[in-house]
């Protein structure tokens, strides 16, 4: 299962594989969740303030038994109830119950207030605190990464995006950009094409290529995503799929294979565009609980 880690920027590793906690809720359900996860061989775990299940995360790592130095966590500052990036991490620490995360992201650059060099130092503060080993972004544009880097002291490691099929020709300059900065790429959601925009135009090659290797559709996608040079973040609530997503990382396309799934993906249908609609609406409500209904303009 050769999901091997992918080396940052400043030497150390990041798994080329992680359990996301977007969307499976609170309580017992993402306990047991990441609790699958960690037993079948996952060792990266990204959560999220916005998400609200830090807490539930944490409590499965710790049951785990894992030494903290064998498994990476990732989690993101949100800018829930308009608290500043050193006391959100402070909190995100006491729900995850550890005293480091391995990763800390600002969660969109619409967060990074009152911009984003300002906020970027506060990020750089909490890394020379020891409160995260390295710090990042997730859903900055070349505009952004092109401020940011024009005024950071420590270059983020990482911009975890969204990236599948029917959203790769849009998301490529952003792909160009990190690669040329040396900035590694997560990718989030890449299973859209068969979970939330099945019969679309990806399902084509995906299916002819899932029947000649003998796998399924979602290990097709994941071995498509890991091609493209990034850590693939992918959530399951059942066991066999978790399993399945592992082996995906013995399985490698031929060019010609990747290209047809990416020419597929140019002809892309509505509801993965209506997905990214949805998600910049996730991000408006968040900027909301930062700076107070009354301070956004149209609302």
């Known amino acids: 299962m050769p999901w091997d880690p992918i080396k940052l920027n400043d030497g150390t590793e990041i798994p080329g594989l992680a359990f996301g ?20 061989g996952f060792s990266h775990i990204d959560t999220a303030q916005a998400y609200r299940n830090e807490t539930e995360a944490g409590i499965a790592i710790r049951e785990s038994g894992l030494a903290r130095q064998d ?3 990732t989690t993101k500052y949100s800018g829930l109830n308009g608290l500043d990036i050193t006391t959100s ?42 409160l995260v080993k390295n710090i990042g972004i997730s859903n900055f544009g070349v505009k952004d990464l092109t401020i940011l880097l024009a005024s950071c002291s420590v270059k983020p490691v ?31 959601s890449p299973l859209i ?8 135009p990806v399902d084509e090659p995906v299916n002819k290529l899932a029947k000649k290797y003998s796998v399924t559709p979602d290990q ?11 850590v693939v973040i992918t ?8 399993e399945g997503y592992l082996n995906a990382g013995d399985l490698t396309l031929e ?29 408006l409500f968040l900027g909301c609980l930062y700076y107070g209904l009354e301070n956004i303009s149209g609302l």
């Open 255 to 283: 060019p010609k294979e990747l290209l047809s799934i990416d020419i597929a993906g140019t002809k892309g249908p509505n509801g993965a565009r209506a997905e990214i609609r949805r998600m910049l609406l996730v991000f």
């Open 89 to 130: 991490i402070r909190n995100s620490l006491n729900n995850l119950g550890i005293e480091y995360v391995d990763l800390y992201l600002i969660h969109h650059p619409r967060l990074a207030v009152p911009d984003i060099p300002t906020a970027w130092k506060q990020m750089e503060a909490i890394k020379a605190q020891g």
């Open 235 to 242: 959530t399951s609530s059942k066991k066999e799929r978790l």
């Open 71 to 73: 498994i990476f966590i």
């Open 158 to 188: 990482a911009n975890q995006i969204m990236l599948q099929p029917y959203v790769y020709a849009e998301q490529l300059p952003t792909i160009e950009f990190c690669q040329k900065a040396g900035i590694v790429v997560e990718a989030y």
């Open 21 to 40: 906690t977007w969307k499976i809720g609170n309580g017992e359900g993402p306990i047991s969740q990441v609790d699958t996860a960690i037993s079948v």
């Open 193 to 200: 094409p068969i979970v939330v925009s099945p019969g679309g």
């Open 220 to 230: 097709i996608l994941l071995a498509w995503t890991k091609s493209k040079g990034a």
